[in-house]
C-alpha cells in the first residue's frame, strides 16, 4: 500500500528530527544488480548500520493520487495532504515533541 506523499515526509521528517537517516527518491537497480534510492547506493548507505538493530521503513508514494493544494492560512505555503507540513513541524519543534 502507497501512502501520499504527504505523510511519507512527514514520517521522514519526524525520523530525521530523532537523528535516523531518511533517503528520497526512486528505487532503481543499477547494471550491477545493486539497488539505488537517487544517487545513493543502498548496500553502501546500509553498511554504515552493520552490526546494530534497526528499523527500516520503506514507503511507496502513490504517485496517482489526485493532487489537491491549498494555501496555509498561517505561512501561505502551498500544501497537500491534511495540514501545512511547514507549520505542523514548526508546532511539534515548539512543543518539543
Known sequence: MALTKPNALRLASYAMNEGALALR?????????????????????????????????????????????RQCDICGRDYEGEECLHCASARARLRGN
Open 25 to 69: 527518491g526512486q528505487l532503481l537497480r543499477d547494471e550491477d544488480g545493486q539497488y539505488n534510492v537517487g544517487d545513493r547506493n543502498m548496500s553502501e548507505w546500509l553498511a554504515q548500520a552493520e552490526g546494530n538493530e534497526v528499523i527500516i521503513i520503506l514507503a511507496s508514494v502513490d504517485t496517482t493520487a489526485h493532487t489537491r493544494y
